[in-house]
């Protein structure tokens, strides 16, 4: 199957700071991307689409302003969790699918601390 | 938009019980997958299915698009199938990309 690959896979941070999370398709292009958050012991919601060349589309609840998503190239999105709060703590995936492909593969996920 | 329930929630085999996992969907969908997330968090894809069987080793699985249902099957299950079971479903019509997930059944093998 396709390659979808996440970094950093676990990161801790500091109140108020910005955290960068990248979620790499390695071996096709992708021109939208999904980024998912998953609270302990429980289900995956999606958070936002990410597509190439414009602006993500978020979901309802969702600040785009607080999870800021940039998907500047057919194999590269990245979310950004600015000012981040103890709240924001979470397990982040993001999953991408070749194109004329629906099958969705997944990264490693990053698990965020913010302390 | 879509819903994805799966039952049973929590399930405790012991090591060579077979089990059956199931996922409903309120709506008609063009993607079912099935996913084992590890503990480490890492989502592996089991199966891609939605519609007809497929089967791999010991796991199988089935979906009945016409009435909205898919069934993951567990035969001689061991200890490494431990953790939590996903499906996830995108519907035919109207939901863009997405997937939406399952509540997940958690499943925990003993010996």
């Known amino acids: 199957g396709a390659v979808v690959s996440q970094h950093p896979s676990r990161v801790i941070c500091k109140s108020g700071t910005s955290v960068k999370i990248e979620c790499r398709s390695l071996?096709?292009?992708?021109?939208?991307m999904f980024w998912y958050r998953q609270f302990p012991k429980k289900s995956l919601m999606l958070m936002a689409t990410?597509?190439?060349?414009?602006?993500?589309?978020?979901e309802q609840g969702v600040e785009k302003d607080k999870f800021l998503i940039n998907h500047a190239s057919l194999t590269l999105s990245t979310l950004t969790v600015t000012s981040a709060h103890p709240e924001d703590s979470s397990f982040y995936i993001c999953?991408?699918?070749?194109?004329?492909?629906?099958?969705?593969?997944f990264g490693q996920g990053t698990r965020l601390t913010v302390v | 938009g879509i819903q994805v329930e799966q039952s049973p929630p929590d399930l405790i085999l012991q090591e060579g019980a077979n089990s059956t996992l199931r996922c409903n969907f309120s709506?008609?969908?063009?993607?079912l997958q099935w996913f084992h997330q590890n503990p480490w968090g890492q989502l592996i894809n089991l199966f891609y299915?939605?519609?007809g069987t497929k089967q791999n080793g010991r796991l199988s699985a089935t979906t009945v698009a016409t009435e909205r249902y898919s069934l993951l099957y567990i035969s001689s299950s061991q200890t490494t199938d431990s953790g939590v079971y996903f499906c996830?479903?995108?519907?035919?019509?109207?939901?863009?990309?997405?997937?939406?997930f399952g509540t997940g059944t958690q499943l925990k093998v003993e010996l």
């Open positions: 999953s991408a699918r070749p194109s004329g492909n629906t099958e969705a593969f």
């Open positions: 071996d096709f292009q992708a021109t939208t």
């Open positions: 990410s597509n190439e060349g414009s602006k993500a589309t978020y």
């Open positions: 709506d008609s969908v063009n993607n």
């Open positions: 299915i939605p519609s």
């Open positions: 996830a479903a995108r519907i035919l019509t109207g939901g863009g990309n997405k997937l939406t």
